[in-house]
């Protein structure tokens, strides 16, 4: 069960948790008609604390609003404010921020017409995605069988509600067959990405990840590029088959929810040495120093705010 926090800011206002509902005839909820982002807000070393990537995030649900055609009725500034604002009346020095924009009720058809677009921002204090162990000792994950989205059957740049019924059947899949993650190979059966998670692999000190034409642009895939990168490491985007990832020294997904989190096994082949390689390991250290604001080379990517 989510932990519920007090407020959901939902149509420009702070509703109480239980009241923030819709009617079964909304749009979204029979059309797949919404756009999300997952956004995470982490309590900073030195008491303060900080949304990770706010702006670039709400710029990112923006533009999946207009890939899929919506007029979102809120500017970017609002979404940042309402963001700032909601975390502060939860009193929440660290949550999970889940802003969505869908369809509302009216007309019902495929077509939206003139329904209401309707915005919300809920947070809520979430652990470790993929469970307590994962970003430590590493996690068992399958190619899935269900192939990633063809760019010109859903909007893969689009973080929209409808593309993630293919996350929800890979991820099921993976779980029912005792795996922890699902991977999803594109179209022409490259490794794309996680069913939630950008990915990457380690070879002879090189990383590597698949282009982002197929995937979604993640936040979490271009900071831990740009730290790599800054590290010293080379960073190459490549077209990647599934069995590069059986052969690489270290593999690891990204992402707001997963963080960085190594793979240990494939397919029921041991990657490396079956545990969080040393660039995982490094990449992983510097990154939540910076999620924790220690390093002031990042300030940058931090929406800083206090609890009064
Ligand atoms: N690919 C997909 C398909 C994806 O859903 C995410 C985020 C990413 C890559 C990584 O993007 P970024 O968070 O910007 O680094 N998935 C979000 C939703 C997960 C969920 O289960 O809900 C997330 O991580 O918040």
Redesign the pocket.
């Known amino acids: 069960m989510v932990q519920q926090s007090e407020f959901i800011w939902f149509d420009g206002k702070q509703v109480p948790w239980a009241e923030a509902n819709v009617h079964v005839l909304t749009h979204a909820l029979h059309y797949g008609t919404g756009v ?5 807000a982490y309590e900073c070393t030195d008491g303060s604390s900080e949304v990770f ?1 706010l702006r670039e ?1 709400m710029v ?1 649900l923006l533009d999946s609003a207009k890939i899929i055609g919506f007029k979102v009725p809120y500017s970017l500034e609002e979404l940042i404010q309402a963001t700032e604002d909601t975390l502060k009346v939860n009193k929440l020095a660290g949550a ?1 921020v ?1 802003p969505l924009v869908f369809v509302g009720e009216g007309a019902m058809g495929v077509h939206p017409g003139n329904n209401p677009i309707r915005v919300c921002i809920a947070t809520w204090p979430w652990g470790a ?1 993929l469970g307590e162990d994962a970003l430590e000792k590493g996690i068992r994950v399958k190619c899935s069988s269900y192939t990633r989205h063809h760019v010109n059957v859903m909007m893969t740049k689009a ?1 929209a509600c409808g ?2 019924v293919n ?1 929800v059947l890979a ?1 099921t899949e993976a779980v029912a067959d005792g795996y922890d993650e699902g991977i999803l190979l594109d179209t022409t059966g490259h490794v794309a ?6 990915i990457f692999m380690v070879r002879d000190g090189v990383i590597y990840t698949p282009h982002i034409s197929q ?9 831990v590029m740009q730290l790599a990168t800054d590290l010293g490491f080379e960073v190459r985007e490549m077209s990647i088959g599934r069995d590069m990832l059986y052969t690489a020294d270290e593999v690891f997904f ?5 963080e960085l989190t190594p793979i240990r096994e494939i397919d029921r082949r041991q990657i490396g040495e079956g545990k969080a390689g040393e660039i995982t390991k490094t990449l992983q250290t510097e990154f939540f120093k910076i999620l924790k604001g220690d390093n002031p080379d990042y300030e940058h990517w931090l929406h800083r705010y206090t609890l009064d």
């Not at 999300?36 to 995470?40: A, K, L, P, T, V």
């Not at 990405?193 to 950008?198: D, I, K, P, V, Y």
């Not at 995937?215 to 900071?223: E, F, I, M, N």
Request: glycine share 14%; proline share 0%.
């Open positions: 999300f982002e997952g956004i995470r990537r995030h990112r999970y889940r995605y973080k593309n993630y996350s991820k990405e996680g069913s939630g998670e950008n995937v979604l642009a993640g936040l979490t895939r271009d900071s990204t992402g707001t929810a997963a």
